[in-house]
């Protein structure tokens, strides 16, 4: 399969439709995603510096998807029976290896399944991640489980058709990372593009993953087939966000790194991620408020009421048009 039409979050604008609602506070930005609704189709990717325990306990609390990394992979069971001890949903990420298949064991054996587990390696395309589907539908059938991370419609419907309830798409197109620039692969440059083509294919919901650098590529994640945005760099720089803080003549800077980065592996081996620092951007539920608004606003463009409205909405390819003086 080779892609006809490539572009990138930048490149594209979407046009208005007329408006259908007096104010945009009528607009419905919820949606539904597996077993839960949610107040915005954004998740804070499953990444040491940008959530941990308590913030996931606040998402979780307060209306929105989150997922739990997978790199204190002792701590996993515990938080799952913490989240649901205080009546929320738990939502953890697992890996392929041997060990993580024990986990899955360990989890049946407790009774304790989380309502929702992310297979997260860098190549979901895989017969290891195919078999993790499997492990997770036989032994947790309760789980929804979420696959990745793929770049192509053939991934996607291998996955779903293994039995994932939905897949993950992005390789590569992450701020913190270098798998474009050390392997020559992947769909950084045209992620978009990646989107629209995997959830064309795709029975099941999509996750665009990666290269969100504005509140407008949601819509337009949206827009292109997407049912839920992970975020990573945008969502690093607040007071909640994991990351260390660091203050630089005068400025706030908080930690942000690729979690195959050398600062994660703690070695430089299979090293696809670096480190950086991200502007301090204060309280992270501010910035949640303000994505709403923003979609809020995307829906009353598209000239609907609900967030799906944006599926309908026409297009132009315009290079770059973004970062035409446009930055702020
Ligand atoms: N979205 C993205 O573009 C990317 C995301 N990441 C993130 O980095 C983290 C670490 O990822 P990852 O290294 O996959 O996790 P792991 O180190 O847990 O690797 C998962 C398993 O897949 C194998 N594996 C990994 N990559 C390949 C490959 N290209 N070909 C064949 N086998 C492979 C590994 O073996 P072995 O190590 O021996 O090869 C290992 O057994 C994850 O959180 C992932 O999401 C990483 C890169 C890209
Ligand atoms: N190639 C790599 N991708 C990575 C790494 N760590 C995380 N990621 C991916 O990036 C997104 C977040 O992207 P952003 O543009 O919103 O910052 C995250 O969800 C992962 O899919 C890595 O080390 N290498």
Same mark, same amino acid.
């Given at each position: ?52 325990? /308590? ?5 979780? /609390? ?92 053939? @991934? ?9 309830? @939905? ?7 992450? &701020? ?24 064309? @294919? ?8 990666? +290269? ?7 819509? &337009?994640?949206?827009?292109?087939? @997407? ?11 607040? /007071?909640?966000?994991? +990351? ?59 000239? +609907? ?24």
């Amino acid at each position: 399969m080779i892609p006809s039409e490539v572009f990138d979050y930048e490149d594209v604008q979407l046009i208005p439709n007329k408006c259908v609602i007096e104010s945009r506070s009528e607009a419905d930005t919820s949606v539904q995603f597996g077993p839960q609704t949610f107040k915005i189709p954004v998740v804070p990717a499953n990444m040491e510096t940008v959530i941990n325990e /308590e913030l996931a306990q606040w998402l979780a /609390e307060n209306g929105y998807f989150y997922v739990m990394h997978r790199f204190e992979p002792e701590r996993r069971l515990g938080f799952i029976e913490r989240m649901h001890e205080r009546g929320l949903y738990a939502s953890i990420s697992v890996g392929v290896k041997q060990s993580e298949h024990d986990f899955i064991d360990e989890l049946a054996a407790a009774g304790q399944v989380p309502e929702y587990v992310t297979i997260d390696i860098a190549h979901g395309h895989s017969d290891s991640v195919i078999r993790m589907i499997a492990h997770l539908k036989q032994a947790l059938p309760g789980a929804f489980v979420i696959a990745g991370n793929v770049g192509t419609p053939e @991934a996607v419907r291998e996955l779903e058709n293994a039995g994932a309830d @939905a897949t993950k798409v992005g390789i590569g197109p992450g &701020k913190a990372c270098i798998t474009k620039l050390k392997t020559g692969f992947g769909t950084g440059g045209w992620q978009l593009a990646a989107v629209r083509l995997c959830a064309k @294919a795709a029975r099941k919901p999509v996750i665009a993953d990666g +290269g969100i650098r504005y509140n407008g590529d949601i819509a &337009k994640s949206i827009r292109f087939g @997407a049912t839920m945005v992970m975020v990573g760099s945008l969502l690093a720089g607040h /007071e909640e966000s994991p +990351g260390g803080k660091i203050t630089i003549e005068g400025k706030t800077y908080k930690q942000y790194w690729g979690s195959a980065s050398e600062k994660q592996k703690g070695a430089y081996r299979n090293v696809e991620g670096k480190q950086m620092l991200i502007p301090y951007r204060g309280s992270i539920a501010d910035t949640l408020q303000e994505i709403r608004q923003d979609l809020q606003s995307s829906i009353s463009y598209a000239g +609907g009421q609900k967030l799906m409205d944006i599926r309908h909405v026409d297009y132009v390819i315009v290079n770059n048009s973004v970062l035409n003086g446009d930055n702020y």
